[in-house]
């Protein structure tokens, strides 16, 4: 089977399949691929997932470093659409992780799609600024710890109706004077504050 074919067989397997290929398995597949398609499969299987997965028996040990984007989604009445998240059951912004070769406002793009349904353009996004250090440390269920470098951006523009994926239990807009409890993203929704607060004094 021709490398093509067997990244077009991968491409197709349930998510899950995709993320319990055995290592050994993995490892000889990596060794027949060209640079391209070693990128090609990671965005297939999803960076960090991809990197923790070349890691063996250390890939819930190492502590990874993980870029990506989030976004402020404001609606007409100056709320904040929040995603009550099934992996932790805590309500956090829409974004996820930079793939290879991605311009983070491509990420930004392509994750507020696949989690929310809606629509938006580059020309959509006001960037906010650049959230990383401790606060970015995330520590999901399995154990897995990463620290975020985050690209912050703002959007008030968008189409389509929203809809929640696999990775959320619900989706709702929320004043940012009454904010849900058990928040995933804390940090971030303090910089847009201070970010909006700023704005009014230029």
């Not at 890691?55 to 929040?82: R, S, T, Y």
């Not at 311009?103 to 353009?121: F, P, Q």
């Not at 960037?127 to 990383?132: A, C, H, L």
């Amino acid at each position: 089977m021709k490398n093509k074919e067997i990244l077009e067989k991968i491409k197709k397997m349930p998510s899950t399949e995709r993320r319990n290929i055995k290592q050994e398995d993995l490892m000889k597949l990596i060794n027949l691929l060209t640079v391209e398609e070693i990128v090609e499969l990671s965005n297939i299987i999803g960076y960090p997932v991809f990197t923790r997965m070349c890691m063996g028996p250390l890939q819930h040990k190492f502590v990874l470093l993980q870029d990506g984007a989030a976004a402020i989604i404001v609606n007409d009445k100056d709320e904040i659409l929040l995603q009550s998240r099934a992996d932790n059951e805590k309500w956090g912004l829409p974004g996820g992780c930079q793939e290879l070769g991605e311009r983070l406002e491509d990420t930004m793009i392509r994750e507020v799609k696949e989690e929310t349904n809606l629509t938006i353009t580059e020309e959509n996004l006001e960037f906010v600024t650049i959230v990383s250090g401790n606060t970015r440390k995330n520590v999901y269920p399995n154990g897995d710890v990463v620290y975020n470098n985050t690209a912050l951006f703002c959007v008030k523009n968008y189409q389509g109706e929203i809809e929640k994926d696999y990775e959320s239990k619900e989706l709702k807009f929320f004043a940012l004077n009454h904010l849900p409890k058990k928040q995933n993203d804390p940090d971030l929704i303090e910089v847009y504050k201070n970010w909006l607060q700023n704005k009014k004094q230029i």
